[in-house]
């Protein structure tokens, strides 16, 4: 049930059509957040991340064109950074925990309304979150991430890029084999 309200929230979100101030519910990210990583910042104390996503971990390294390694966290916090620049993304609480909040949020391109974290997924700069199960969060980001991955989109296109969700699902597989 929740995962549906969850999708349908995001769906209405998409579909808002925004004035210049951050609607009711929503805030302003301004260009001065503290970012924690291509899906998290701090804002007045208060910690968020975009749901349905998750970022290039930092300290884990690709290989560019040029031949140099390079930290695959820190390119996806670049982006993220960009689009907060350029975007001026207005945020929505999903979930709030004790030490994060859960957001949606969207930004204009050209006039048009866009969800952020379709965006970074489909600039192959973040990637779709997946529950325990190794399902997605959100149904539609894995379809968009396959069109990066088709299109070889930001870091699609280099073939070393690690994957956060293979390092996790690992991470999580050994932790659970060490409390067996």
């Known amino acids: 049930m929740i995962k549906r309200a969850l999708t349908v929230a995001i769906g209405i979100f998409t579909a ?5 101030a951050a609607q009711a519910g929503y805030f302003d990210v301004p260009p001065t957040v503290t970012l924690e990583s291509g ?11 975009i749901y349905g996503i998750q ?8 290989t560019d064109k040029a031949g140099h390694k390079q930290d ?9 950074a960009a ?3 350029d975007g001026h993304p207005q945020c929505a609480p999903l979930i709030k925990e004790e030490k994060i909040t859960y957001v949606v949020c969207y930004i204009r391109v050209a006039n ?5 974290a379709n965006v970074m997924i489909t600039s192959g700069f973040a990637f779709t979150a997946l529950n325990i199960e190794g399902l997605p969060y959100v149904p539609t980001y894995a379809v968009a991430e396959q069109t990066a991955r ?5 870091l699609w296109q280099f073939p070393d890029f690690p994957h956060p969700s293979v390092i996790l699902s690992k991470l999580a597989f050994q932790a659970e084999r060490v409390k067996k």
Do not use: F, V
């Open 16 to 20: 808002a059509h925004a004035a210049n």
């Open 39 to 49: 899906d998290t910042w701090r804002l007045d104390g208060q910690r968020y991340r």
């Open 55 to 62: 970022s290039c971990l930092r300290g884990t390294a690709y």
């Open 72 to 80: 695959c966290g820190n390119a996806s916090l670049a982006m993220l």
């Open 83 to 85: 689009y907060i620049a």
């Open 112 to 116: 048009e309304i866009l969800d952020l």
């Open 150 to 154: 088709q299109k070889k989109s930001g």
